[in-house]
């Protein structure tokens, strides 16, 4: 999970020189990261991210759901 966090906060960190596709699979993949590592806030944060620029993710709003109830 750490290498994985890594990277997608790389791809973020490019910001608008980053694709909105890109973004969004960044900030999906580094919550399910978070999750994997019981870091939960992070997670649901990342997740909300993810949500924020593609609201017709559907995995993004179940992982966020398993999330609040851990």
Not at 42 to 68: F, K, Q, T, V, W
């Amino acid at each position: 999970p750490d290498l994985r966090i890594h990277g997608c906060t790389r791809v973020i960190g490019r910001g608008e020189e980053e694709t909105r596709k890109n973004l969004t699979a960044a900030y999906y993949n580094r919550g399910l990261a978070y999750c994997r590592k019981g870091e939960i806030d992070h997670a649901i944060a990342d997740y909300d991210a993810a949500i924020a620029l593609a609201r017709h993710l559907a995995p993004a709003y179940y992982n966020r759901g398993n999330a609040y109830y851990k």
